[in-house]
Nanobody, 123 residues
Framework: QVQLVESGGGLVQAGGSLRLSCAAS????????MGWYRQAPGNQRELVAT???????NYEDSVKGRFTISRDNAKNTVYLQMNSLKPEDTAVYYC?????????????????WGQGTQVTVSS
């Protein structure tokens, strides 16, 4: 069974930094795209950043230049380095992973979500 475990959230002052981690474990054949989403109170869930298996990245405009998404394929882990944090970055952050389970002869694709980690940025 696949599980995603997030860590790294917390409380930080504006201008500070946090590094989020999300490790996938279980019966995994391979991992395709990994990403981070966030949802602030009263807001829709929004995509923050994605990274493909080839390590191509995309960012939501408001975090460009401040956040960096990366991955360690050997550890099935995706990271989000968040610098120059702003109060508007406050949200629950969820990692999302598109992956394949099973064998090469019977592969199932699915999307999995982490449990969410709270990031709070104070003024």
């Amino acid at each position: 069974q696949v599980q995603l475990v997030e860590s790294g959230g917390g409380l930080v002052q504006a201008g500070g930094s946090l590094r989020l981690s999300c490790a996938a474990s279980g019966t995994i054949f391979s991992i395709d795209t990994m990403g981070w989403y966030r949802q602030a109170p009263g807001n829709q869930r929004e995509l923050v950043a994605t990274i493909t298996s080839g390590k191509n990245t995309n960012y939501e405009d408001s975090v460009k230049g401040r956040f960096t998404i990366s991955r360690d394929n050997a550890k099935n882990t995706v990271y989000l380095q968040m610098n120059s944090l702003k109060p508007e970055d406050t949200a629950v952050y969820y990692c999302n992973v598109d992956l394949y389970t099973g064998t090469i002869f019977s592969i199932k694709r699915g999307t999995y979500w982490g449990q969410g980690t709270q990031v709070t940025v104070s003024s």
